[in-house]
């Protein structure tokens, strides 16, 4: 079975832009979640998406969006980029919406210049 | 806030040896912790995941030890090997987030294996 995958792998943007993330779950997994990895640190949680809803939020601004499509898969928008949402841009899988183990894609790389 | 933490940034290994990784973590309000392994350019790894109504867990070559009194997770390798070479993070799902799968992570530390 093919795990999670994300697109694109690599993305270079300018300040001001705007950026869309793209991702695919396990199939039959339920559950998306996005996290942010900033260079030498770990991944910090950013949304979970379950069914379609927004079921958990980290401390991002209003400049981060995601959804979730029927088909269970999600984006992640970024608004008004900044220097700052330079990153390691993950998605993870899960089962269900609790505490399931989470399976991580392999990420992308957005430079904001 | 909270957070996973991480005692050594980077632990060096000979090839065959046993390694043996720790986190303390600060937040007592947890259920479950993972352990995920991430190689340069790639995603963070599942490997193994413990609940906090257990003590230890094993899996292949790998052991994780969480002991709630003093709130600190390891991560035991059994004979390291070269493919070892990684950042292993420890991570917590703290039962205050309610139904929604909030992993907070550590910093990581860095698994150096030489031959």
């Known amino acids: 079975d093919a795990g999670v995958t994300q697109s694109p792998t690599h993305l270079i943007k300018t300040r001001g832009q705007q950026v869309t993330l793209r991702c695919s779950p396990i199939?039959?997994?339920?559950?998306v979640s996005w996290y942010q990895q900033v260079l030498g640190q770990g991944p910090q949680f950013i949304f979970q998406?379950?069914?379609?809803?927004?079921?958990g939020r980290g401390n991002f601004p209003d400049r981060f969006s995601a959804r979730q499509f029927p088909n269970y898969s999600s984006e992640l928008n970024v608004n008004a980029l900044l220097l700052g949402d330079s990153a390691l841009y993950l998605c993870a899988s899960s089962l269900f919406r609790g505490t399931d183990t989470q399976y991580f894609g392999p990420g992308t790389r957005l430079t904001v210049l | 806030g909270e957070s996973v933490g991480l005692h050594l940034p980077t632990l060096s290994v000979q090839e065959g040896d046993n390694s043996i990784i720790n986190c303390a973590y600060s937040n007592s309000a947890s259920d479950y912790f993972i352990w995920y392994k991430q190689e340069s350019g790639k995603g963070p790894q599942f490997i193994i995941d413990?609940?906090?109504?257990?003590d230890k867990r094993q899996g292949q070559r790998v052991t994780v030890l969480l002991n709630k009194t003093v709130k600190h997770l390891s991560l035991q390798i059994a004979a390291t090997q070269p493919g070892d070479s990684a950042v292993y993070f420890c991570?917590?799902?703290?039962?205050?987030?309610?139904?929604?799968?909030?992993?907070?992570f550590g910093t990581g530390t860095r698994l150096q294996v030489t031959l």
């Open positions: 991570a917590e799902n703290p039962l205050n987030t309610g139904t929604a799968s909030k992993l907070t």
């Open positions: 998406y379950y069914e379609k809803e927004e079921r």
């Open positions: 199939s039959g997994h339920k559950s």
């Open positions: 413990i609940r906090s109504n257990m």
